[in-house]
């Protein structure tokens, strides 16, 4: 080998030790800012699903639930797929869901249709008889009262609870959500400390309002160097009333202008370690902000979300 093959041999094998080089350097850059599925974070965080068991209608036909919530059930409101009638004992399955933090970890943000509510509290009821979840019959309804709340409104609505991909959202007609089911019963009486709710259908349900705000509504766009960045999870908090909007690939839209927020986005990465960023914003026409996602523990985001 003469001294020009030589030379031009070991500017080839450097070369390709920075390349090498270079390209390890890319992927731990890529690896330390991939953001992961945040599934197993919702599911061991959330909010667990009550039960209690239904054997007479008693004195009174109500149970008190954790939170404070109130539901009357009887066996003779409800029957089985096709028709079958339900006897005592039988089960009922509650889930209340009151603060952001509730609201968050189940993905169920006040939000219906192209537009966003003022909640109160979003509960869920189910009703089982051997297994089997039953349904009222039509025409009927169970009754619910909240837990006591610091405001109440003269103006709720019933809203029912549907599946929207991961998150929950909401219609305020129950055919919206079970096409071709006529709901000429539920409705919703405030009192002074907490709502009173004949509810007409079983599943996710809230006394709700279209949320008081301007005419004018916008995107909001959020911007994270990294990769699967739509495994993020961001939320915006209004502060003038109670509300949440979940930001879906770094978008949140139709978010009403000249509201302040706070706005909290939280995510897993490679690492295994647990980022979070939380900002106080004001929705304006066009706004972009940059995240400033910073290493925390899975207690600090709880501890975040139970301070909203």
Same mark, same amino acid.
């Given at each position: ?76 409101? %409800?029957?089985?797929?096709? !028709?079958?009638? &339900? +006897?005592?004992?039988? /089960? ?6 009151? =603060? ?32 089997? %979840?039953?349904?009222?019959? !039509?025409?009927? &309804? +169970?009754?619910?009262? /909240? ?6 409104? =003269? ?154």
């Amino acid at each position: 080998m003469n001294v020009i093959q030589k030379a031009s041999t070991g500017l080839l094998f450097s070369g390709l030790i920075v390349a090498g080089f270079v390209s390890s350097c890319k992927k731990d850059r890529i690896q330390q800012d991939d953001y992961q599925d945040m599934e197993s974070f919702y599911n061991d965080n959330k909010e667990q699903e009550q039960e209690y068991t239904i054997d007479s209608l008693g004195n009174n036909c109500y149970v008190t639930c954790n939170k404070g919530t109130r539901i009357c059930t009887t066996a003779e409101m %409800q029957e089985l797929p096709g !028709n079958a009638p &339900v +006897y005592y004992t039988y /089960t009922l399955k509650v889930v209340e869901l009151y =603060s952001a933090k509730d609201m968050i970890l189940w993905r169920a943000p006040s939000v219906t249709g192209s537009g966003i509510l003022e909640t109160s509290a979003e509960i869920r009821v189910r009703l089982f008889k051997n297994g089997t %979840q039953s349904e009222l019959k !039509n025409g009927r &309804v +169970y009754l619910m009262e /909240t837990a006591n709340l610091p405001v109440t409104q =003269s103006n709720m609505q019933p809203y029912f609870g549907y599946a929207s991909g991961s998150n929950t959202n909401w219609n305020g007609s129950l055919s919206g959500v079970y096409p071709g089911f006529s709901d000429t019963v539920s409705h919703v009486n405030a009192t002074p400390a907490y709502y009173a709710s004949e509810v007409g259908h079983t599943g996710f349900y809230s006394a709700a309002r279209p949320a008081p705000t301007s005419a004018s509504t916008t995107s909001v766009t959020f911007t994270v160097a990294g990769t699967n960045t739509q495994n993020i999870q961001l939320f915006l908090v209004f502060n003038n009333f109670k509300s949440i909007v979940k930001a879906d690939n770094l978008v949140a839209n139709h978010l009403p202008t000249g509201e302040p927020v706070t706005m909290i986005a939280f995510a897993k990465k490679q690492d295994g370690n647990f980022y979070m960023d939380q900002q106080s914003l004001t929705i304006s026409t066009g706004l972009q902000v940059p995240l400033n996602m910073t290493q925390t523990t899975e207690a600090g985001v709880l501890s975040a979300l139970g301070a909203l």
